[in-house]
């Protein structure tokens, strides 16, 4: 099972609205289920990981738009990667970035399993839960 929260999904269905016609693709991390505020205590083990975090795009990069490659994000920090398919079908294609989690989208964007979901590396649909769950604060000190 793979988990992300319902305020990650939001966002990133909102930039890729926003991005359309064009593609848009960003890394994301995860949160230990345990840190998160609002997680079902009857559902999630306390260590399991839950998607959180995204990585702001940077359409003016050229070497992102060319090799797919975040120079400015360490690839130890990104466990997934999301998507999205303006004018695609509901799967991993030879064109997207690879990560061992791989969000899809496409439109109308929404979070319904025939527009949003979760694929394996290999393209293998992966069952997905959406969380009503806030990822931990974090500040600067």
Known sequence: MVYITRGLVDVLLELAADAEPSRMTTGLSVSESSTLEGVDAGGIPAETPVFTDFFLPDPGNAVNAVFGVNLSTPARETQGRFVSHPTGELLVTRR????????VAVPPWEPTPESFAAFDRAGER???EIVDAEPPVESLE
């Open 96 to 103: 997207d970035d690879l990560a061992e989690v791989v969000f």
């Open 126 to 128: 992966l069952p997905l």
